[in-house]
């Protein structure tokens, strides 16, 4: 863990020394630096709740993105969702930690709580709180107990590691155990999902990720280890990738559209906790337009699935009018650095724009009436932290100097002056930059304040950005494979005509080709 200490107090409004103080702890599952984890990657922090009857509550959270997700079930279960996700860090009770070691292994980052943070009641209020409702029906888990005090101690978690700042967190998903088939880890390892088994090897996800957003990459990750089991939900991605398949004309159009948009689902995050810049809130503005246009060419398009996924997005046109009105096209990085808000939006900002323009114009007048005065061609205006602005004279030319100056610094080669019409400018400039940076530091946090309001909006928009995602790659590797859509019915069979494995397919030397494989199950016969 990582105590991150910051400025308390403003350092212009106080004559002492600036307190000081420790503002956020970085831990391995609660992070929102973009450089402590991998973008195609969630980073999950867990919490188990253990209990003695071998019903435990299982909670799931990506402070980066605010996804939210909470279960129960037996130790299995539990340790198939550990699995799946893979979290960075565990929270559990504190004197039944050997317990969690013994039954999930040593391998997570492991944080203890005691007891009384794992109640229901302690649970029930922090969620309650944290989504204004007065109660959790509306999320599915009213009567998960167990599900209930693991997603409290999480947000427990959050407030112990000075992390108040959630407005991204904004629900909770229920994981339901019925709509997934469930892998265990010797699954996932031994059929390389996830990751090769030898150095130089490749993985499932290594062939069929060619998502182009880090939402999509997240996603299809979950997919991958969390199969669907019901047919009506797999033929509803199937027959997107079939229009897709189809329609080489749309899915080169869209997978442009997508490279655009970049990780919006963290940006919703970045707004969340004030952790936004200048240029990432122009991306966003300019990731939404182009979701405007993704909807508005596939309105028409003849494809009831697909057409559910497009009439879904929102355009968020309030959120693109508060950026386009405020925000310049092409803004500084850092706020601090100023020249961020728009010119016409504020008209005391833009007269002191005007006004330090104007006096920087005036600083040469000076200079040029100053050398035609004195005579002197080398004199020159400049500027030091020291005693601000000064006209400089080399020694040459220091007889010619006029009496109302004031020597002020002697150099090797030269002598530097200040007049009293200098410090009256200067003062004006300094005032006004001054002022400048307050009102565009304080337009910026209204900016922030005003897109909290429309995070719900724009992780809505991330979802369906990362399903549409994930479908174009499954229809970009069938095309480039020869991959044929699967028949899935309820059967008891599994016949598969001239199959080829998508991995080792790939990996076989120059000039081999993959000889294919008929088979054929059912209860009563195996054949390959």
Same mark, same amino acid.
């Given at each position: 863990?990582?105590?991150?200490?910051?400025?308390?107090?403003?350092?212009?409004?106080?004559?002492? $020394?600036?307190?000081?103080?420790?503002?956020?702890?970085?831990?391995?599952?609660?992070?929102?630096?973009?450089?402590?984890?991998?973008?195609?990657?969630?980073? %999950?922090?867990?919490?188990?709740?253990?209990?003695?009857?071998?019903?435990?509550?299982?909670?799931?959270?990506?402070?980066?993105?605010?996804?939210?997700?909470?279960?129960?079930?037996? #130790?299995?279960?539990?340790?198939?969702?550990?699995?799946?996700?893979?979290?960075?860090?565990?929270? /559990?009770?504190?004197?039944?930690?050997?317990?969690?070691?013994?039954?999930?292994?040593?391998?997570?980052?492991?944080?203890?709580? !005691?007891?009384?943070?794992?109640?229901?009641?302690?649970?029930?209020?922090?969620?309650?709180?944290?989504?204004?409702?007065?109660?959790? #029906?509306?999320?599915? /888990?009213?009567?998960?107990?167990?599900?209930?005090?693991?997603?409290?101690?999480?947000?427990?978690?959050?407030?112990?590691?000075?992390?108040?700042?959630?407005?991204?967190?904004?629900?909770?998903?229920?994981?339901?155990?019925?709509?997934?088939?469930?892998?265990?880890?010797?699954?996932?390892?031994?059929?390389?999902? /996830?990751?090769?088994?030898?150095?130089?090897?490749?993985?499932?996800?290594?062939?069929?990720?060619?998502?182009?957003?880090?939402?999509?990459?997240?996603?299809?990750?979950?997919?991958?280890?969390?199969?669907?089991?019901?047919?009506?939900?797999?033929?509803?991605?199937?027959?997107?990738? !079939?229009?897709?398949?189809?329609? #080489?004309?749309?899915?080169?159009?869209?997978?442009?559209?997508?490279?655009?948009?970049?990780?919006?689902?963290? $940006?919703?995050?970045?707004?969340?906790?004030?952790?936004?810049?200048?240029?990432?809130?122009?991306?966003?503005?300019?990731?939404?337009?182009?979701?405007?246009?993704?909807?508005?060419?596939?309105?028409?398009?003849?494809?009831?699935?697909? &057409? #559910?996924?497009?009439?879904?997005?929102?355009?968020?046109?309030?959120?693109?009018?508060?950026?386009?009105?405020?925000?310049?096209? !092409?803004?500084?990085?850092?706020?601090?650095?100023?020249?961020?808000?728009?010119?016409?939006?504020?008209?005391?900002?833009?007269?002191?724009?005007?006004?330090?323009?104007?006096?920087?114009?005036?600083?040469?007048?000076?200079?040029?009436?100053?050398?035609?005065?004195?005579?002197?061609?080398?004199?020159?205006?400049?500027?030091?932290?020291?005693?601000?602005?000064?006209?400089?004279?080399?020694?040459?030319?220091?007889?010619?100097?006029?009496?109302?100056?004031?020597?002020?610094?002697?150099?090797?080669?030269?002598?530097?002056? $200040?007049?009293?019409?200098?410090?009256?400018?200067?003062?004006?400039? %300094?005032?006004?930059?001054?002022?400048?940076?307050?009102?565009?530091?304080?337009?910026?946090?209204?900016?922030?304040? &005003?897109?909290?309001?429309?995070?719900?909006?724009?992780?809505?928009?991330? %979802?369906?950005?990362?399903?549409?995602?994930?479908?174009?790659?499954?229809?970009?590797?069938?095309?480039?494979?020869?991959?044929?859509?699967?028949?899935?019915?309820?059967?008891?069979?599994?016949? $598969?005509?001239?199959?080829?494995?998508?991995?080792?397919?790939?990996?076989?030397?120059?000039?081999?080709?993959?000889?294919?494989?008929?088979?054929?199950?059912?209860?009563?016969?195996?054949?390959?």
């Amino acid at each position: 863990k990582v105590a991150i200490c910051d400025q308390l107090e403003d350092p212009k409004m106080t004559k002492s $020394i600036v307190k000081r103080g420790v503002t956020e702890l970085v831990t391995p599952g609660v992070s929102y630096n973009d450089k402590t984890f991998d973008k195609n990657n969630n980073n %999950f922090l867990a919490c188990v709740h253990l209990t003695p009857c071998n019903a435990h509550g299982i909670a799931l959270l990506d402070v980066s993105t605010g996804e939210y997700l909470a279960s129960e079930g037996d #130790k299995n279960y539990i340790g198939r969702i550990l699995q799946s996700f893979s979290p960075n860090e565990v929270v /559990i009770q504190k004197r039944l930690k050997q317990t969690f070691i013994d039954n999930f292994g040593d391998k997570m980052y492991i944080t203890t709580f !005691d007891d009384w943070v794992f109640t229901k009641d302690f649970g029930y209020e922090a969620l309650t709180t944290q989504f204004s409702t007065s109660s959790l #029906k509306g999320y599915g /888990i009213e009567e998960m107990s167990n599900a209930i005090i693991a997603a409290g101690g999480i947000l427990h978690y959050l407030k112990e590691t000075c992390h108040d700042k959630t407005e991204h967190i904004t629900s909770i998903s229920r994981i339901d155990e019925d709509k997934y088939v469930w892998l265990d880890k010797f699954t996932i390892n031994n059929l390389e999902l /996830i990751a090769p088994s030898t150095p130089n090897g490749h993985s499932l996800i290594d062939i069929i990720n060619k998502t182009v957003t880090p939402q999509g990459s997240r996603m299809m990750k979950r997919w991958i280890v969390m199969p669907l089991n019901n047919i009506d939900s797999i033929n509803e991605r199937l027959n997107i990738v !079939d229009l897709f398949t189809k329609n #080489k004309e749309l899915s080169e159009k869209l997978r442009g559209h997508l490279k655009n948009i970049g990780d919006i689902e963290r $940006i919703a995050g970045k707004i969340a906790t004030k952790r936004i810049n200048p240029r990432e809130i122009i991306h966003l503005k300019e990731a939404l337009i182009t979701l405007k246009q993704v909807k508005n060419e596939c309105e028409l398009i003849d494809n009831e699935d697909f &057409s #559910k996924l497009i009439d879904n997005i929102d355009v968020c046109e309030k959120t693109i009018e508060i950026i386009q009105q405020r925000i310049k096209d !092409d803004p500084s990085s850092l706020i601090e650095k100023c020249g961020v808000i728009r010119d016409g939006y504020n008209e005391e900002l833009d007269d002191l724009r005007k006004l330090t323009t104007s006096g920087k114009d005036y600083l040469q007048n000076i200079q040029k009436r100053e050398i035609e005065r004195t005579n002197i061609p080398s004199l020159k205006i400049g500027f030091n932290n020291v005693f601000g602005y000064y006209i400089e004279v080399t020694n040459v030319h220091k007889d010619k100097v006029p009496q109302d100056w004031v020597r002020k610094q002697t150099l090797v080669n030269s002598e530097r002056y $200040i007049t009293s019409e200098l410090k009256e400018l200067e003062e004006k400039i %300094f005032s006004a930059e001054g002022r400048i940076t307050t009102l565009e530091q304080q337009i910026y946090a209204e900016v922030i304040d &005003s897109l909290v309001e429309h995070i719900k909006t724009i992780q809505k928009n991330s %979802f369906i950005t990362a399903t549409i995602d994930c479908l174009l790659s499954f229809a970009h590797i069938a095309e480039e494979n020869g991959y044929t859509r699967p028949e899935i019915n309820d059967s008891l069979e599994l016949n $598969i005509s001239e199959g080829r494995h998508p991995v080792i397919e790939k990996q076989m030397a120059a000039g081999e080709s993959f000889i294919t494989n008929n088979i054929f199950f059912n209860n009563n016969l195996m054949a390959i």
